[in-house]
């Protein structure tokens, strides 16, 4: 059975990139809707899926031609990792509060919603009957069916003596998900802030919603979650940009080296293309 929330929950912020205030209500969906986001800006409401998503530097943006909503990436992890299918998401601007820089709030807010099923609502899920490779550079993606479950195992790589090579593997499931991937945080490298401000990017990011790795250090609000929190992160956009297929994954391993969005996003399309969908 399709799943949505009992009630709507409101969560307010200024988001990473943008670094104007924002507003997001979760609405419960009626229809089976998927993810929707809902504007004033829009004329109908905007599907989060594929076929919208208009760019994925540093984080994933959907549009609807006209205008864009920034780093969706995030609010949807939550949901799809709490195993809602559809979700009515308002928002007032342009991108979703960054919170704490994690999707624990965002996670947090749907459950005090409550998730109920919705009678007589269906639920198609996407699985594979075979292996599926995809590779660009040292970025690879590899899926293959599974008797039960839906299985990651992700790397993440980076070559800085304080981060170096870190692997995380994971069960989904709603519970798992949020105490062992949810809390885990955005990060970026001190080096690379100035460009990214200069590019337009992360001009919300602080210490309250990013950790900041330096040269020397690693700087954390209240120190590291996880000793491999790089990757958990990584495992949390890699789910959210997953959910842009549009549908719950069903009884398969998915392996992830060096993931980003851009991969991400193609690695959906190419799952969706092959999917078995039932
Ligand atoms: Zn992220």
């Keep these: 059975m399709r799943t949505t929330i009992k009630e709507a929950a409101t969560i307010e912020g200024i988001g990473l990139h943008t670094g104007c205030e924002s507003r997001v209500t979760f609405r419960p969906a ?59 998401i308002e928002i007032t601007g342009e991108e979703p509060p960054a919170a704490d820089g994690s999707a624990l709030p965002f996670a947090r807010a749907l459950l005090k919603a409550g998730v109920r099923e919705k009678a007589g609502q269906e639920r198609r899920t996407l699985g594979l009957d075979g292996q599926l490779e995809m590779a660009k550079g040292d970025i690879k993606f590899l ?23 870190q692997v995380v593997e994971f069960t989904l499931t709603p519970e798992e998900y949020l105490v062992r991937v949810a809390p885990a945080r955005t990060f970026g490298f001190s080096h690379e802030l100035e460009a990214l401000k200069k590019a337009g990017l992360a001009r919300g990011g602080s210490l309250d919603n990013a950790v900041v790795i330096e040269e020397e250090r690693i700087l954390a609000k209240g120190g590291l979650r996880y000793r491999d929190e790089f990757a958990r992160h990584k495992l949390l956009d890699l789910i959210g940009d997953l959910a842009l297929a549009g549908l719950p994954l069903r009884d398969i391993y998915i392996e992830a080296e060096r993931p980003g969005h851009a991969a991400n996003v193609n690695f959906a399309k190419l799952l969706l293309e092959k999917a078995q969908i039932k």
Excluded: C, W
């Design 30 to 88: 009626e229809g089976p809707t998927g993810y929707r986001f809902l504007s004033p800006l829009f004329k109908e409401p905007l599907p989060a899926t594929l076929d919208r998503v208009a760019g994925t530097a540093r984080g994933t943006n959907i549009t609807d031609g006209e205008h864009k909503i920034h780093t969706v990436e995030h609010l949807l992890s939550a949901a799809a990792g709490l195993g809602i299918d559809d979700l009515d």
């Design 143 to 165: 899926a293959r069916p599974m008797q039960h479950g839906v299985y990651f195992k992700l790397t993440y790589d980076y070559p800085h003596k304080l981060v170096g090579k």
